[in-house]
């Protein structure tokens, strides 16, 4: 059993592709914990997508043992965080398991928004943070500068701070040594009755719900009786171990120690991140504070382009969901697409990730529908119904006031990009709170926006307009009132509810002609005239027409040229793909998406 004073537990914190997936690697390598020759890259990364996209979305934690150069051997429990804001809960906790952190900046790109937030993070959880200067190997690399912009900017001494390469290794050792030296050791009561934090909980299909945790107080071993403090839920511990990074079972996790759980429970949202795991008989009343539910922000319609496939896509969602208590769904109806589901999510990245997956591991076609956000419509009658889908939008005769979830938005930039900054979130309806010089290089702009207009392309305009300088970093704010309506799109002068949404009264006209334009374009021609239209409640604000086809796309080949015809045939094919017959009007999947992208 390892003294608590030879235990260290840490993160490794950074913005986005600043390194810290290639510098756990490292740590992983320099350790031994794993052989160069089976060194895969970014071996914490599990998931395919993660790997793929280079994103880390669950968290892991990884035992390694290290012997420092005072020749003591200490046990580091590394715990990588998700770098991504729609993940910032699982952040949040992952700190809470931890007593230090090591503050990954790219020497290159220096402190952005998620740097930014995920020290604030840090330190309210009252961590030690080792600042580290990544990516020294690159010849674009500035150590000093980035140095001087964590001090400036983030008030984190940077004198010391280690200078690292998570390419060639260099300052891995470094790394190491600072963390035995200045991270504290973990302090707990081992008599006292069982405290575990639960920062993460996957399932396994074999072994039930694996729960990841952090031993407050108190021990675990195999056959004791547990109780998850905020479900209420018991269960009985099967095996406990610490991952390395495979999973290596254990006699017991001690006090101070961080390993994983197996409980043999098939539901996870019964083993919620967040929650505080105790005795079942003569455990403690009071859990660890900080829990709180992942809500969902995001919802879009996920419809099959073959109607039967919405049984396989129903236990698809199933399957997914047992391992991602923050997605939650319910049957939907559409006239124009049929039966569906409705899906929430935590963000964009969160719906992407989840539909990509359905794509691919269970061989689906779905046709999204533009994301839109949770509107509170408060009726004349007092009621309040939440709303995540615009075709639930009541009869506004009917309603008194919407509401819609606004956000805290904190966008880093360099000075000359702050005019670009203002009239795009000017024009998106955000309010501008304050501005702050973190160094001469970087400003901070804080401001509040609703939601509904972040999820419209925000991010991508936002890059676009700065050159890619800009970083943004975003938190729920509140529900705060909003003149809404509902903007519904008629083809053929029918009102196809899929394509219906909320939009902000001045806002409407503006993007009804966008819109209709867009349309257009992407609806091909088909046998007779489309005319398109968007009205609110039965007033036409927007028209355009898809001509009807001429002739047959074949008759522009002269000739036996038969290789551009099979050309031809194809390209109409994989055009087909995506496409949904609504009425006898076949729209494909860009129409849904043309929503979000619409710019005055
Ligand atoms: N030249 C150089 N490139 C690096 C170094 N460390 C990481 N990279 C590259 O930078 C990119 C991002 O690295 P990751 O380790 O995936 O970044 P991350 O911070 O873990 O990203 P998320 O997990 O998505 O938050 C990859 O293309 C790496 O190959 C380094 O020290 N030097």
């Known amino acids: 059993m390892t003294d608590l004073s030879h235990i260290r537990n840490f993160s490794i914190i950074a913005h986005i592709d600043h390194g810290k997936s290639t510098l756990s690697d490292r740590i992983l390598e320099l350790t031994g914990t794993v052989a160069k020759r089976d060194m895969q890259e970014q071996l914490l990364d599990s998931m395919d997508i993660e790997r793929e996209r280079g994103i880390t979305i669950k968290s892991q934690a990884v035992r390694v043992m290290y012997t420092a150069d005072d020749g003591q051997e200490y046990q580091l429990n590394l715990i990588d965080t998700p770098g991504h804001v729609d993940f910032t809960y699982e952040v949040s906790r992952s700190l809470a ?65 280690v200078l690292a390469s998570g390419k060639t290794g260099e300052g891995v050792h470094d790394l190491l040594e600072a963390v035995v030296y200045n991270i504290p050791a973990p302090v707990g009561d081992a008599e006292a ?11 396994d299909a074999y072994r039930g719900v694996v729960a990841l945790i952090r031993v407050v107080d108190g021990a675990l071993a195999k056959g004791d009786r547990i109780r998850m403090m905020a479900t209420g839920t018991e269960a009985l511990v099967e095996e406990v171990g610490a991952r390395r990074p495979a999973e290596c079972a254990l006699p017991s996790l001690n006090t101070g120690e961080v390993g994983y759980l197996v409980t043999g429970l098939k539901d996870v949202s019964l083993v919620k991140v967040g929650d505080t795991i105790t005795s079942a008989t003569g455990g ?3 859990p660890l504070p900080g829990y709180r539910e992942a809500k969902p922000m995001v919802f879009t319609g996920l419809f099959p382009i073959e109607g039967d496939q919405y049984e396989p896509l129903k236990e698809a ?24 589901f409705r899906v929430g999510f935590l963000g964009l990245l969160h719906m992407e990730v989840v539909k990509e997956r359905l794509e691919r ?10 994301p839109s956000v949770e509107y509170h419509v408060y009726l004349k009658g007092g009621d309040m119904v939440s709303l995540h889908s615009p075709q639930e939008m009541p009869d506004p005769g009917s309603i008194e006031r919407v509401e819609e979830p606004y956000l805290k938005a904190k966008v880093l930039i360099p000075p000359d990009y702050v005019g670009a900054v203002m009239d795009l979130t000017v024009a998106r309806r955000g309010t501008f709170v304050t501005m702050n010089y973190l160094s001469p290089t970087t400003v901070e702009m804080l401001w509040e926006i609703p939601l509904s207009e972040l999820i419209m392309d925000f991010f991508d305009k936002l890059k676009s307009n700065t050159k890619g300088y800009a970083s943004l970093d975003y938190e729920f704010l509140g529900y705060k009132p909003s003149s809404l309506v509902k ?11 899929a394509l219906s949404f909320i939009v902000h009264k001045d806002k409407a006209y503006d993007r009804g002609r966008v819109l209709c334009d867009k349309l257009k374009e992407i609806i091909p021609r088909q046998m007779f005239e ?8 039965g007033r036409v604000l927007a028209r355009q027409t898809v001509k009807a086809k001429r002739k047959d796309v074949l008759a522009k080949c002269y000739g036996g040229d038969i290789t551009r015809k099979r050309k031809l045939l194809e390209k109409q094919k994989a055009g087909k793909k995506r496409m949904k017959a609504i009425g006898n009007v076949e729209v494909p999947q860009e129409a849904f998406m043309a929503i979000l992208k619409v710019d005055e």
Not at 137 to 156: F, M, N, S, T, Y
Not at 193 to 203: E, G, K, Q, V, W
């Open 97 to 161: 398991a931890c007593d230090g952190a090591v503050l990954v900046v790219d020497a290159t790109q220096g402190v952005e928004a998620q740097t930014v937030a995920n020290a604030m993070l840090a330190m309210n959880a009252d961590l030690e943070i080792i600042p580290l200067i990544n990516k020294i190997d690159l010849p674009a690399a500035e150590p000093e500068r980035v140095k001087q912009e964590i001090e400036d900017g983030l008030a984190i001494p940077a004198d010391d701070a």
């Open 317 to 340: 969602l199933e399957k997914l969901s047992l391992n991602d208590p923050a997605l939650v769904w319910e049957p939907e109806t559409s006239h124009a697409l049929g039966f569906g």
């Open 284 to 286: 403690v009343d009071e």
């Open 530 to 537: 489309v005319p398109i239209q968007a009205a609110i409640g």
């Open 193 to 203: 009755p069982l405290r575990a934090l639960i920062f993460d909980s996957y399932f």
């Open 361 to 370: 591991e269970f061989g689906l076609d779905l046709l999204a529908t533009a």
């Open 487 to 497: 903007l519904d799109i008629l083809l053929s002068g029918k009102p196809i509810d």
